[in-house]
T-cell receptor, first 114, second 116 residues
């Protein structure tokens, strides 16, 4: 069973609107959580990295939140642009694990329409 | 430019053939990785290497092989033993093989492999 679940699987939003993506995980003991953006046919690019003690982290119009107690994270996109159309991937690692043990979510496909 | 270069971008494999995907990085990273991405699934680890001349199997290593003769190069061979190789393959690298605050894993642009 996947230890990282993302929702929704896909969503369509109008340009200029906001949206929020969800990530629930069961990875334990928790070390850090990352959000990546992946354009179609390209490699993922890091957006944010959060450790256990961090609740919120922003990168431009992207804001990630983390609730380590409930094992949930969200990625909020503000004032969406056409270039935000991509898959957003949540990645979680456990304390002490090497990179080889990263747990990847299946991603949320976001489509921004004019 | 610093980064990870994967080639070819598109590759077609006939039944029974072995094919090799190239991955080169000029980031001076010690650790390198190969992932497979299928629609609707998270990335799955095929092989990883934390140092030259050493590599470890990931979760789905069967039907794949790698080598790490140079720090900057980590080629992946998809052998005929891999019965369902059609997928998007991603190479990645990082400064070390374990998480350090601020340490990031960088990905290449990926290679599409299709069986014909």
């Amino acid at each position: 069973k996947n230890q990282v679940e993302q929702s929704p699987q896909s969503l369509i939003i109008l340009e200029g609107k906001n949206c929020t993506l969800q990530c629930n995980y069961t990875v334990s003991p928790f070390s850090n959580l990352r959000w990546y953006k992946q354009d179609t046919g390209r490699g993922p690019v890091s957006l944010t990295i959060m450790t256990f003690s961090e609740n919120t982290k922003s990168n431009g119009r992207y804001t990630a939140t983390l609730d380590a107690d409930t094992k949930q994270s969200s990625l909020h996109i503000t004032a969406s642009q056409l270039s935000d159309s991509a898959s957003y991937i949540c990645v979680v690692s456990a304390r002490g694990d090497s990179w080889g043990k990263l747990q990847f979510g299946a991603g949320t496909q976001v489509v921004v329409t004019p | 430019d610093g980064g990870i270069t994967q080639s070819p971008k598109y590759l077609f494999r006939k039944e029974g053939q072995n094919v090799t995907l190239s991955c080169e990085q000029n980031l001076n990273h010690d650790a390198m990785y190969w992932y497979r991405q299928d629609p609707g699934q998270g990335l799955r680890l095929i092989y990883y290497s934390q140092i030259v001349n050493d590599f470890q199997k990931g979760d789905i290593a069967e039907g794949y092989s790698v080598s790490r003769e140079k720090k900057e190069s980590f080629p992946l061979t998809v052998t005929s033993a891999q019965k369902n190789p059609t997928a998007f393959y991603l190479c990645a690298s990082s400064t070390t093989g374990t998480f350090v605050s601020g340490n990031t894993i960088y990905f290449g642009e990926g290679s599409w492999l299709t069986v014909v």
